[in-house]
Each structure stands twice: as C-alpha cells, then as structure tokens.
C-alpha cells in the first residue's frame, strides 16, 4: 500500500521525508544507545545490533548472577556447620 501524502509521484520519498523519517529513528535509537561508545551510538545498524546483545547480555548475566549467589549461600552455610554450628538451625 502506497501513502499518496507520503511518495511522491515516482513512486519514491521525498528527500525532505526521508531525512525526517531518519532523524527521528536515529533520535528513537540514539536516547536508547546514548551510552554506547563510538559507532555503537551513531550508526542506526549498529545501533539495533548493540541494543540486541545488550538485551542477551543481561538476561544471561542475570541467571550468572543468581548461580554465584547460590553458590556463595552454600559455601557460606558449610562454613557454619564446619565450624561446629548447631545443623539443626
């Protein structure tokens, strides 16, 4: 479906639509990876690719982290019971 508001009469954007239409994704994505060093804050492709292993990285580091503490809770608990704390508590 082609918008008649937004192509023009040879079937392609305007150059004026499609400087707004990438200043506003670049706006979109850039608030999104405004930490990002380098190209990673710039490049839109770059951008979506960083924002997609950032989201990865988090949900893996988040079950890392719930292995390292559980981990520490049982080392922390045989410590107590090795020191001759009561096991019954």
Request: a positive charge; glycine letters at 6%; aromatic letters at 6%.
């Amino acid at each position: 479906m082609i918008l008649k508001s937004v192509y023009s009469l040879s079937g392609l954007a305007s150059k004026d639509h499609l400087s707004t239409v990438i200043q506003s994704k670049k706006t979109w994505h850039g608030t999104t990876a405004s930490s990002f060093r380098g190209a990673h804050s710039r490049l839109t492709r770059t951008i979506t690719q960083q924002k997609i292993r950032a989201l990865v990285s988090t949900h893996r580091d988040r079950d890392k982290q719930k292995r390292n503490f559980h981990r520490l809770w049982i080392a922390r608990i045989n410590a107590v019971i090795r020191d001759g704390g009561d096991s019954n508590h």
